[in-house]
């Protein structure tokens, strides 16, 4: 079956660094998208990783490991409007994303 | 310009009633699809279009229809509304299918059912 593990929540302080981790079990792979959702509002594109290794977009990096069916996503110098969840998607065989729950990310001051 | 539209934002009904929800993309994308998140925060797909034509049909309920006027519109619209069916509704859309295109979501459409 396919399978996506999150951590349901984190809590982080302002200025801090977080890692939010990702396993994941599909039929296929073709790539894994992560996106940021703020509460009541839609999710948003963050990044998408094909090659294994770490992908830098400003404070956001997100990293690949396809032999371990894992990737994470790194958020440096956190600031109060990055309290959302952040969810992990891969892409399967048929180029169909599959959600995780997403981690809800708590900033506090 | 919105990229992904959704209307209505909120609606609230009564079990047993029938409602549509209607989206448009103005991105030029092949592709749309519609999405249910529950109160767990799971993004279920629902449905997939591709130019007008059905793509994806998960297991969802036949209450549930799915039109593509063309390929710039997907509405949904949903018969004999039961409580189950409260969640938030997202519309998305991507370039194409049959690769790992990027999905723009629309704002979405919080569906209470009384």
């Known amino acids: 079956g396919q399978n996506i593990d999150q951590p349901t929540e984190m809590t982080a302080t302002e200025g801090a660094i977080v890692q939010i981790n990702c396993t994941y079990q599909t039929s296929g792979f073709n790539g894994l998208f992560w996106y940021q959702q703020h509460a009541g509002e839609a999710p948003t594109f963050l990044s998408y990783?094909?090659l294994d290794g770490l992908e830098e977009k400003g404070r956001f990096s997100s990293f690949l490991s396809r032999s371990k069916g894992y990737s994470y996503l790194l958020l440096k110098e956190l600031q109060m409007k990055d309290s959302a969840s952040y969810l992990c998607?891969?892409?399967?065989?048929?180029?169909?994303?599959?959600w995780g729950a997403g981690t809800k990310l708590i900033i506090k001051p | 310009d919105t990229a992904v539209s959704q209307t209505p934002k909120y609606l609230v009904t009564q079990m047993g009633n029938d409602k549509s929800i209607k989206c448009e993309q103005n991105l030029g994308h092949d592709t749309m699809y519609w999405y249910k998140q529950d109160s767990k925060k799971f993004l279920k797909i629902m449905f997939s279009?591709?130019?007008?034509?059905?793509?994806i049909n998960e297991t969802v309920p036949n209450r549930f229809s799915p039109k593509s006027p063309d390929k710039a519109h997907l509405n949904l619209h949903i018969n004999s509304l039961e409580l189950g069916d409260s969640a938030v509704y997202f519309c998305?859309?991507?370039?194409?299918?049959?690769?790992?295109?990027?999905?723009?979501f629309g704002p979405g459409t919080r569906l209470t059912v009384l």
């Open positions: 998305a859309s991507s370039q194409a299918i049959g690769e790992p295109d990027t999905q723009y």
């Open positions: 998607a891969p892409v399967d065989s048929n180029y169909q994303l599959i």
């Open positions: 279009y591709n130019n007008k034509e059905l793509i």
């Open positions: 990783n094909v």
